[in-house]
């Protein structure tokens, strides 16, 4: 990736995006401090321990979501250690909205008094899901982060992964990271060897440069991940090429999401502009020259 591409990327990014995804961009590619970061990032949270207040863009209420969540997970997890205060309470948030065996959804029934994408306003099945569980336990399982929930989720985790006869690219995403950080490596790699072939058949390993598909990177988004093993070095050298090549002039990249409103398609491209550079950065594609994150925090 050329510096003029960067800097693209960064006059697109300061331009466009929301006050915690500039902080974002700033610590990752920048040596700015995580601060800024955690003080955006708390405006996000509700006395329940949950997060909401339009932290996922298709999401503008203010009520707590699962989905959201897992953002903001995500989003410490690129900070270094989640604090256990609010490990916790997100944790107790879940466990307040869970179904008996420990398994979230998406989205709560609030969703329908928001305003919110249209395909999650229609959300007619509130039952707990894999994909979201699995994501979400595994970055507290990352961080150390104990709580009755995440004990009852992995038990579920666990007993669906066991189980799974067909996947989705979502669910897929979430499994992975889950078994990344299981603390039962043995088990967990079993797993990842025994779905690998189903995890195959719902990624785009040809990925094209017009249209949104879900890569092998957007599941192996470091050369370390759990599931770089399932592509090949090939298919990851044209999934990065097909990255570079989806830059948009103006220094974005497109969201992966369908339009339903331009706040959230933008906060999107800015959002999905520092997960390209980040993956960019990972496998070598942007040079030296830029800072590593700081170790400030």
């Known amino acids: 990736m050329t510096w003029d591409a960067y800097h693209a990327a960064e006059h ?25 970061i955690r003080s955006a990032l708390a405006a996000y949270r509700n ?20 989905a959201a ?21 997100t944790c107790q948030f879940l466990a307040n909205v869970c179904d008996p065996d420990g398994s979230v959804p998406l989205v709560l029934p609030t969703i329908r008094h928001t305003e919110a994408a249209p395909w999650l306003l229609e959300t007619e099945d509130f039952s707990g899901r894999l994909d979201i569980t699995a994501l979400i336990c595994g970055y507290l399982h990352k961080h150390h982060i104990t709580h009755p929930w995440r004990d009852t989720a992995t038990a579920y985790c666990w007993k669906r992964i066991d189980t799974l006869a067909w996947t989705d690219p979502h669910e897929a995403i979430g499994v992975c990271t889950f078994l990344q950080h299981a603390p039962n490596r043995t088990r967990a790699m079993q797993a990842v060897n ?31 991940h759990i599931a770089r093993p399932l592509f090949t070095d090939a298919e990851i050298r044209r999934t990065l090429d097909v990255f570079e090549e989806q830059q948009r002039p103006d220094g974005g990249w497109d969201a992966a999401r369908d339009h339903w409103d331009p706040a959230a398609t933008l906060e999107h491209e800015g959002i999905r502009t520092i997960q390209r550079l980040r993956i960019l950065r990972a496998y070598g594609r942007i040079g030296t020259y830029l800072p590593q994150p700081r170790h400030d925090r």
């Open 47 to 66: 006395l329940d321990g949950g997060y909401g207040n339009g932290l996922d863009p298709d999401m503008r209420g203010h009520a707590s979501q699962p």
């Open 69 to 89: 969540v897992a953002i903001a997970l995500r989003y410490l997890d690129e900070l270094g250690p989640i604090p256990h205060n609010i490990g916790t309470g």
């Open 194 to 224: 025994r779905l690998s072939t189903m995890i195959r058949a719902v990624i785009d390993v040809h990925p094209r440069v017009e249209g949104h598909a879900h890569t092998p990177l957007d599941l192996a988004t470091h050369p370390h």
């Open 12 to 36: 697109f990014t300061m331009r466009t995006a929301r006050l915690i995804d500039r902080h974002r961009f700033a610590y990752h590619f920048q040596s700015g401090p995580a601060a800024p």
